[in-house]
């Protein structure tokens, strides 16, 4: 059997990225400040396969898709939060879906481009 959990540090098949978190917000003078905080992960990054697509809402499926394999949590919008962006390669990816495979060690998260890491 294969430990996913070996191979995210493997020098092999792991690479590193940016996880962009959003840590809370202020309102100031009117505007709305957005703190973040960056971490930089080592996992493996891939194309999504035509089965992690098939596993988003039909609204969602989009161009330039990756999958993220990390030790870390990831976190996509909800009543609570809002969604992680990994930059890879000098690219923006918006985390839609993320699977707890934390019982393995490792969690796996789709991400949708959204556009070039300078927009950050």
């Known amino acids: 059997m294969i430990l996913v959990q070996e ?3 493997d020098p092999d ?3 590193t990225f940016q996880l962009i978190r959003r ?3 202020e309102w100031e003078r009117g505007e709305q400040i957005v703190h973040t905080e960056t971490l930089l992960i080592e996992g493996i990054i891939s194309p999504a396969t035509s089965k992690d697509i098939e596993m988003l809402p039909e609204g969602d499926r989009q161009t330039g898709m990756k999958a993220f394999y990390a030790d870390v949590p990831m976190r996509v919008t909800d009543t609570e939060e809002t ?3 990994c930059v890879y390669r000098g690219k923006q990816y918006k985390l839609l879906q993320v699977f707890d495979y ?3 060690g490792y ?3 789709i991400g949708t481009m959204v556009g070039d890491a300078d927009g950050v």
């Open 107 to 109: 969690y796996k998260a």
């Open 23 to 25: 840590i809370g917000s």
């Open 7 to 9: 191979l995210i540090h």
């Open 102 to 104: 934390s019982s393995n």
């Open 83 to 85: 969604s992680d962006v």
């Open 13 to 15: 098949f792991c690479d």
